[in-house]
């Protein structure tokens, strides 16, 4: 079972903000379990703290902006793309300013820094938000469109078309998340001269110069024109004449403003909560679809807040009734198990497929046949037995005994030709032969039930 992470210790990164010009500090830290992401701006009276969510996004014309009770904080894409993709869950961020650093404009230094202070495992599970379906979100506007598919890893590919017969069409694709940094971090954001007048009229990109941006010149102006934009700038004039790309650095790949693209969809992904599997195809992404396909997400993750786990039926299982009777001493008609998927060592996942001929079906109810609730929480313990006793030197030896039942819901009833999967967490390291387990009970993808409880464990006389 993954784990969740966050840093080993804390590192600051140095630079100006890309709009504001502004000199810039951010300082990532470690962060407790289920923390997420969190940016707190301590130039601010009471250092207000943001969380890192879609639903906080309140722009996304030139980046990502953050804002929570009247405080914002912008250009932060950059770094929650390194988090997500080196799977940092837990991150607390402190900036003295109104946007993170622009650096050099890739995700590089961020990379080199995580890894250069380290990675550290914690205790809780790390909760992957699993796709089971298609889910696409379009602006039909913009052309733009995001669709997401099943797949058994997080992995991307974006499609951009411009306006440009230098970057016209041009995809870039990440098939393995632990590639991010060769293949995806050193893509810088991109900006073409057309648009820089409109920014800077906008107060904008105050920031810029050619140390941190691809600049894209590919529709001539005049001469004078543009020795006018080179001293707003403050970077050298150039001949009006000779169009192409301009900066320092020259370009890492061919495709590297799609590649910066792709940077941009996982930072905003970043936003959603929870690590996602799944693949996802991006046409003509920006942050506005981004954004609204986070946002999306985010309904679809409180909609399925506990997800069912996987079941295949043609795989084999990891015990099959035989086992079970090994280890379990209930006999007919009270073994609820019929199989065991998948089990850790903290978890385990069993399979009971309900038939119209359970005995206790000609008396609940003879009409209307519905399994008792009673019936439900005892082959949840039963699931939870098997996880402990499949610990034990002499499973046979020993039996599992009910001491507490809570927070016991039925969310729906089961009937015949249902599939019952199960999902037994312990809560709790075993201790003195009692342990505190977290069940649950899935038809498909809904859950049907769910229990606290506590059993002992005993040795028979």
């Known amino acids: 079972m993954n784990k969740q992470r966050t840093l080993k210790g804390s590192f600051s990164l140095f630079g100006k903000g890309l709009h504001t010009g502004l000199s810039l500090t951010v300082t990532f830290n470690p962060a407790p379990e289920n923390t997420g992401y969190r940016i707190q701006r301590i130039d601010v009276d009471g250092q207000p703290i943001i969380d890192a969510h879609a639903d906080n996004v309140s722009d996304t014309k ?64 790390k909760d992957y938000y699993i796709i089971r379906h298609k889910i696409e979100v379009k602006d039909e506007e913009s052309g733009s469109c995001i669709t997401i598919l099943p ?88 001949d009006a004449t000779k169009l192409g790309y301009i900066q320092h650095k020259p370009l890492v790949w061919d495709n590297e403003c799609t590649r910066h693209k792709l940077l941009d969809i996982i930072g905003d992904m970043g936003l959603i909560g929870k690590p996602i599997k799944g693949r996802i195809i991006a046409t003509r992404p920006g942050h506005t679809i981004n954004n609204k396909f986070a946002r999306l997400m985010r309904r ?14 043609n795989e084999a299982p990891l015990m099959d009734n035989n086992r079970i009777r090994k280890l379990l001493p209930h006999r007919y008609p009270m073994q609820l198990i019929d199989k065991v998927i998948a089990i850790g060592p903290t978890s385990i996942v069993g399979v009971k497929n309900v038939t119209s001929n359970e005995p206790f079906f000609q008396g609940h109810f003879p009409q209307e046949p519905v399994m008792p609730g009673v019936l439900m929480v005892e082959a949840m313990a039963q699931c939870g037995g098997l996880l402990i006793l499949n610990t034990l030197e002499d499973p046979e030896h020993w039996s599992t005994y009910f001491l507490k039942i809570d927070d016991v819901k039925f969310r729906q009833k089961v009937v015949p030709g249902d599939t019952l999967l199960f999902r037994v967490e312990l809560l709790h390291p075993l201790r003195h032969g009692i342990s505190s387990m977290k069940g649950y009970i899935f038809v498909g993808d809904q859950v049907v039930a769910e229990a606290n409880f506590t059993a002992q464990i005993v040795k028979n006389k």
């Not at 995700?107 to 495992?121: H, N, S």
């Not at 900006?191 to 010149?217: S, T, W």
């Open 62 to 125: 030139r980046g990502t902006v953050l804002s929570s009770k009247g405080v914002r904080v912008s250009t932060v894409e950059h770094a929650l793309a390194a988090l997500y993709a080196l799977g940092i869950d837990n991150c607390l961020m402190q900036v003295n300013g109104p946007e993170f650093p622009i650096l050099d404009g890739s995700a590089t230094m961020y990379v080199e820094r995580i890894m250069q202070v380290g990675i550290e495992e914690q205790n809780a599970p």
């Open 300 to 313: 679809e993750i409180r909609k399925h807040e506990i997800q069912a786990p996987i079941y295949d039926p």
């Open 151 to 238: 797949d058994d890893e997080f992995s991307i590919t974006a499609m951009c078309s411009f306006e440009s017969k230098f970057i016209s069409s041009q995809f870039a694709t990440l098939d393995n998340i632990e590639n991010f940094p060769e293949e995806i971090a050193p893509a810088r954001t991109f900006v073409f001269v057309r648009d820089i007048e409109p920014l800077l009229n906008a107060n904008l990109i105050k920031g810029g110069d050619m140390d941190n941006a691809i600049i894209i010149y590919e529709r001539q102006i005049s001469q004078e024109r543009l020795d006018q934009l080179a001293e707003l700038l403050n970077v050298p004039t150039m």
